[in-house]
């Protein structure tokens, strides 16, 4: 499937109404966007797939901003799903980008681009705008205005990222699977998909686990998971990884999830879901067990069938499962 976004981000220098910026370029939320001289560009892309196409693409690609990354000529951003992403973008491109540099900010026009493009005008920001393969790209002069505060979001005193899963709230799935927990989790254990570290905080709560492996593909919300299991008595381990196509941690004792079912770019994609539940089974022990929670109209038995020794659900409220399942 073609990624409007990426193709219509070059709109305005294609039709020759703006140059290409001469200096480094800053690109956010970075995918390959077939951009000239991959040299000049500095790529940021938390979550680990897309940034491993970016790589692929001969960008130079980091997971994060860091200090340094200062006095680029020009921001190119691809919008995110999330608002205050998109405001967080905009925000960390206005301070690394010289006055008077050219921001670019693309989007399919179903994403939020368009709330973008009418609060900075309602901010009095001269704008210009193209439209292109059902995505806008408008473009707009360091230094922007905050739209604004940038604060990140918090639940119970934990920490969650800007940007990824269930930002500043504790998902309705995950508070079920806690409650259906078996009591008896002991060994090793990993959370695949563990966010900011929720499930692996209330399993060292309530069980006794040797060790904790956190699998995470979103950079920001596994840093989160770090400072929010900061205390914790078992051994933890973080991994930024994508449990699709990565070497995954083996022998575990316990694999517990609360699998996606959209991809990065927000597509439905059950057999995400699908590819956890093998990823899981390839990381247990023989005996060893997996639970999990999903969506109930999400089609995960068979994958467990078909895998697993012994299937059982433990819960069902209408709205989620849970499945435990033994190797
Ligand atoms: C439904 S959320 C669950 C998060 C957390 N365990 C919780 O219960 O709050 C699924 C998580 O899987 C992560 N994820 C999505 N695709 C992934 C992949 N290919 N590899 C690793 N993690 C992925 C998402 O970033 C998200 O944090």
Redesign the pocket.
Known sequence: MQDAAALTLTRPFDTGALNWPEGRILFLNARPAGLADPARVLAVQP???LFLGCQRADHDTHPALREGDAGFAAAFILAARQRAENEAMLADASARVVPGGLILMAGEKTSGVEAIFKAMQKAGVALEKWSKHHAVVFAARAPLPMLTERAEAAEAGMRTPVG???VGT??A??RL?VEHLPDSMKGDVA??????G??ALEIARRAEPASLAL????HS?LEAAKANLAGCKASTTFHW????CEPLPKTKDWVV????FH??LGRHAPH?GQ?FIRAGHGMLKPGGRLVMVANRQLPYEKTLADLFKTVEKRADNGRFKVLLARK
């Open positions: 979550e680990r797939g990824g899963f269930s504790i998902d799935g995950s699977l959370d695949l998909g563990a966010g900011w929720y499930l699998i995470e593909s979103h919300a990884l994508d449990v699709t999830m609360n699998p996606p991809d990065a995400l590819a």
